[in-house]
């Protein structure tokens, strides 16, 4: 009997990757997937920094908390310094460091800023990927979302529940609803995503960097994501 190895995705170069898509297309679950999947990729998710801000009651979540609660996004330069500062402080900007990004950029503002210290350290994205998901079926999944905050890990109840209600599957440690997950925000934060996204896939677009892939799931959306990533950077 032949054992039953887990499939594995080498890249041949480095991957430096952004995901678009609207609140609840799926980042976060791509995220996970593509992580299990390509063992030297790292990600970083603003959402979910800014959510560890403000669990751990910093200056700085706090601030954030009163944009995120009303679906707003926060100002350029704030975001923007945080997020850079990561990518330095985590090594990102050496080359050749091979990770993804969700939920920042989300302007162009933010897209030319980041542009800007990527280019200086010759690491500059090269894969701009849109999750292209009908409406009706985010809504759902905003409804059934749960999260472990500090790892950043999503359920949902209909399709991906946790092993034991309320609890993350790897530490036992509780989930949280999100609390900008409710249909009155959730209608904001869709509202903010379309008066910036086209714009931002303008950007990206013109540089030659932006992808779509659509589906209804999640199921439907991975596969497709991989093989681009694995057409364009790996085998
Ligand atoms: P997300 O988890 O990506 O849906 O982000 C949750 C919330 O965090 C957003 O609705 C914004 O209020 C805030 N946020 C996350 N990323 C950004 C960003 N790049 N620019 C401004 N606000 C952001």
Redesign the pocket.
């Known amino acids: 009997m032949t054992a039953n190895v887990k499939q594995i995705t080498r890249l041949l170069k480095p991957l430096r990757l952004l995901l678009l898509g609207p ?1 609840g297309s799926g ?2 679950t791509q995220t996970s997937r593509l992580l299990k999947q390509i063992p030297q990729l790292s990600s970083l ?4 920094i ?2 560890q801000e403000i669990k751990s009651e910093s200056k700085f979540g706090r601030e ?1 908390a009163t ?2 609660a009303q ?6 330069d704030l ?1 923007t310094q945080l ?1 850079t500062f990561r990518l330095s402080t985590m090594g990102w900007l050496r080359p050749p460091a091979t990770w993804l990004l ?6 162009t503002a ?1 897209a030319s800023a980041l542009d800007g210290v990527l280019k200086q350290h010759n690491a500059d994205l090269n894969l701009v990927v849109e999750l292209d998901v009908p409406e009706s079926a985010i809504l759902e999944r905003i409804e059934n979302r749960y999260v472990h905050v500090p790892s950043g890990r999503v359920y949902n109840l209909q399709y991906n529940p946790p092993k034991v209600p309320g609890l993350d599957d790897i530490t036992g440690e509780p989930l949280t609803k ?1 609390l ?1 997950d409710t249909v009155e925000v959730f209608k904001k ?1 869709i509202e ?1 995503y379309k008066k910036t996204n086209e714009p931002l896939k303008e950007y990206y677009k013109k540089s030659g960097l932006l992808s779509t892939v659509s589906g209804e799931s999640s199921d439907i959306i991975f596969p497709k994501l991989l093989n681009l990533i694995t057409s364009k950077f790996g085998h």
Request: aromatic residues 6%; charged residues 35%.
């Open positions: 609140p980042k976060g998710s603003s959402g979910d800014l959510r954030a944009y995120i679906g707003k996004l926060l100002p350029d975001i997020i969700d939920g920042f950029p989300r302007t933010q999100r900008d934060r903010e």
